[in-house]
């Protein structure tokens, strides 16, 4: 398995990378190359996901079907195996390159290789404290995980991709109990990504880092031992805008960092190994329901807001038929982005109080409120067409 920093070759690949998005066509003939590479966010829940990858495949119409022509592919032989959960904090695997006749791109469909009954699981999952568990990929090996993203590609110029594959809310757990993927997967051309570094307490119980904006999760990521992480690629902040950077734990209280820019091919910090970021103790409570319909494939998600107005998600999770989210009921913290050690205030009129949020595609979006400050909250939830 091939890992490397996407900063590392992403600065020799600098000089010649090219990325826009719009326009068509006109790149004056001649030919290109498409380099492509894997990353992952935090799998919350799982301790291993495996994925399969044959190909990846490009078009330059975003209507394309697998059997339109036109398609051009970078062939992964023999197929990867990969471990999405090996893939965090800046680690990437290397899906290859190809040729590719100058242009403007639209489609990019990643294809897996199916499970078969007679050998060993080529897509999987191992949930925490579980055993190892095929994942149902719904047409993946058919007609690919298709991703519209638009990118130009001009003659004698490398174009750096970085597809980033979030297995946590792609993963939607069953009713029978088996699991299912539902792709969540976003597009980010190193030449205008950077990223966001810090450490956290190594005190803390299975922390998790996210990158956000406006509440809803952009990256995230699993600090190594040493409490150090990474939250990358994220596009600079002249192209996206800043954003905030939410840390949990298991029984502790949140914490935001609003506001962090990003810089292109640069890493911003909100930490350092000197004054790592620690979070408030905090007693938790659950929140849990029931989704109907049973065939929808819902995201539930679990979002405090500030008094001063900030909002950011806690939690999530992807499911049929049952939710569960546990959630701290302590008091969040707030920090504004700036010198450092950032200094977090907490605010004791939100300790508890939640938003959660059920989304299904096809369906309308459905929202309450829920107070676990005075213990488990059961919230069931109906899905609308």
């Known amino acids: 398995m091939v890992k490397a920093n996407h900063f590392r070759w992403g600065m020799v690949a600098l000089s010649l ?29 799982f301790d291993k996901v495996y994925v399969t990858v044959s190909k ?44 590719l006749p100058a242009g403007h791109y639209t489609q990019i469909r990643l294809e897996l290789v199916p499970n078969s009954p007679s050998e060993p699981l080529n897509n999987s999952v191992v949930p ?13 090996s058919q007609t690919g995980l298709k991703l519209i993203h638009e990118f130009d590609v001009a003659a004698d110029t490398l174009v750096d991709l970085i597809l980033d594959f979030d297995a946590c809310r792609s ?18 051309p190193v030449v205008v990504s950077g990223q966001i570094t810090g450490f956290v307490d190594t005190a ?5 880092v996210y990158a956000e904006q406006a509440g809803t999760v952009v990256k995230s990521t699993i600090p190594d031992a040493t409490g150090s992480f990474s939250l990358s690629p994220l596009q600079q902040s002249s192209t996206a805008g800043n954003y905030d950077v939410v840390i949990t734990a298991d029984g502790a209280a949140t914490a935001l960092i609003q506001s962090v820019p990003v810089t292109a091919l640069a890493a911003t910090p909100v930490s350092t190994v000197a004054s790592p970021i620690g979070l408030a103790p905090s007693t938790v409570q ?53 010198p450092l050690p950032i ?42 067409p």
């Open 17 to 45: 990378a090219l990325w826009g998005c719009g326009g068509s066509g006109g790149q004056g003939g001649g030919t290109g190359t498409l380099h492509v590479s894997l990353t992952d966010a935090a799998a919350c829940g």
């Open 56 to 99: 990846v495949r490009v078009h330059q119409s975003a209507s394309a079907t697998e059997d339109s022509s036109g398609w051009s592919d970078i062939t992964i032989s023999p197929a990867k195996k990969i471990d999405l959960t090996s893939l965090v904090n800046g680690a990437l695997e290397d899906l290859g390159q190809t040729a």
């Open 171 to 188: 993963i939607v757990t069953k009713g029978n109990g088996g699991y299912s993927l539902k792709p969540v997967i976003s597009v980010t």
């Open 128 to 140: 925490t404290g579980g055993t190892e568990t095929a994942l149902d990929t719904p047409s993946a």
């Open 343 to 384: 200094t977090f205030t907490a605010d004791g009129t939100v300790a508890g109080k939640y938003q959660l949020e059920a989304s299904a595609d096809g369906y309308q979006t459905q929202t309450a409120a829920a107070d676990l400050s005075g213990g488990n909250v059961t919230q069931d939830f109906t899905l609308l």
């Open 204 to 208: 803390l119980s299975n922390p998790v």
């Open 286 to 338: 659950t929140a849990s329901g029931t989704i109907n319909p049973s065939t929808a494939e819902a995201v539930i998600r679990a979002s405090q807001t500030f008094s001063s107005g900030p909002t950011m998600e806690v939690r999530s999770t992807s499911a049929t038929i049952n939710y569960s989210l546990t959630l701290p009921v302590g008091a969040p913290s707030l920090g504004t982005f700036g």
